[in-house]
């Protein structure tokens, strides 16, 4: 019997319609189009403004985008995994209302939390259902509705981050495509330098921790650069390395978009041209769980079947990661 892997096989993605620029956020908080382009790469995000929607209606506009477009039974799905660090609310799993609104009735979920390494520890996850031979259809969405927990006063966070959801679907292959490798970590020395210091089991919501502000993402921007530079590059190389990859022969990077330098400094370590990383970061901004998916719709129509191709993401905790992957279809 051929050995199973885990394939991806359809994409989809949506992103609010308003568009919140450089330009607004000079309006709103002091710094300058300059300013932020030349050290994130970012000229504008998508905001969620509708009263009333969270993260879940972000991540079922691109499960039904995704159903569409491959033309896929929601009753045929086993499993939908739900990766976002921005759920609906606490307690009730965002991924079992998600999978009940597309009609995967058939299908478990659940939410899984890494933040911004969310969609990749996914990737792996969902490949290990996969390869079990028991389940065959597996949604996996990153969707975050970042506006809900950031500060628009503070002008560190506030200009980086975005909202937003992609979506993939993955399927039993026996030809050799789909994930082949993966290096995963973590590391509990991050948590003071990227939280959200209320809202949880040690300090719960009270009038003080909304007076102080305590319910929107801390960023140690400093700190969270350094590691995030040298670890995500780390595991990409190694992952190439471990699999015997040159530059060559890697077609392309889908790195979590965070910080276009962060970005830079992946791909030269993995001596990889610019035309082989997906990029749009300069649209979105950092959506934390949907940035990698939001680059493969972007790029879809451009993947050959047989592609490699390497995903790298880094996110609070600390946790981060590398996984390689075999492209499964021409794009469309």
């Known amino acids: 019997m051929s050995k199973i892997t885990a394939a991806i096989t359809a994409v989809g993605a949506y992103v609010p319609e308003y568009v919140l620029t450089n330009e607004i956020l000079e309006t709103m908080v002091d710094t300058n189009d300059e300013w932020i382009t030349t050290r994130t790469g970012i000229k504008e995000r998508r905001i969620l403004k509708d009263k009333g929607k969270g993260t879940s209606y972000l991540a079922i506009q ?4 995704l159903l569409k477009k491959s033309n896929t039974n929601p009753e045929d799905i086993d499993m939908v995994i739900m990766a976002t660090a921005t759920p609906d609310m606490p307690v009730a799993v965002t991924g079992v209302y998600v999978a009940t609104q597309i009609g995967a009735v058939n299908a478990f979920s659940y939410d899984l939390v890494a933040a911004c390494s969310s969609f990749l520890f996914g990737l792996s996850t969902a490949a290990r259902y996969i390869e079990s031979g028991k389940y065959k259809k597996v949604l996996l969405i990153g969707a975050d509705k970042m506006s809900s927990i950031i500060d628009y006063e503070d002008r560190t966070t506030c200009i980086i981050f975005g909202d937003g959801a992609g979506a993939v679907l993955l399927e039993p292959n026996t030809d050799g495509l789909g994930v082949q490798d993966e290096i995963l970590r973590t590391d509990g020395v991050g948590r003071p330098h990227l939280k959200i210091d209320a809202g949880g089991s040690i300090l719960p919501a009270s009038e003080e921790t909304v007076a102080n502000k305590q319910h929107y993402v801390f960023q140690d921007g400093r700190t969270v650069f350094k590691f995030a530079v040298s670890n995500m590059a780390d595991v990409s190389a190694r992952i190439m390395e471990r699999n015997g990859l040159s530059g060559d022969d ?10 276009k330098r962060i970005i830079d400094a992946t791909a030269n370590r993995m001596n990889l041209p ?3 990383v997906m990029m749009n970061i300069h649209k979105y901004g950092n959506t934390t769980s949907a940035t990698l998916p939001l680059c493969l719709h972007d790029y879809e129509s451009l993947l050959k079947k047989g592609d490699n191709i390497i995903f790298a993401a880094f996110g609070g905790g600390f946790t981060w990661g590398a996984l390689y992957l075999k492209w499964a279809y021409n794009g469309k």
Do not use: F, I
């Not at 691109?62 to 985008?65: L, M, S």
């Open 250 to 259: 890697v077609q392309w990077l889908v790195p979590h978009q965070a910080n």
């Open 62 to 65: 691109a499960a039904k985008d």
């Open 274 to 276: 610019e035309e082989k």
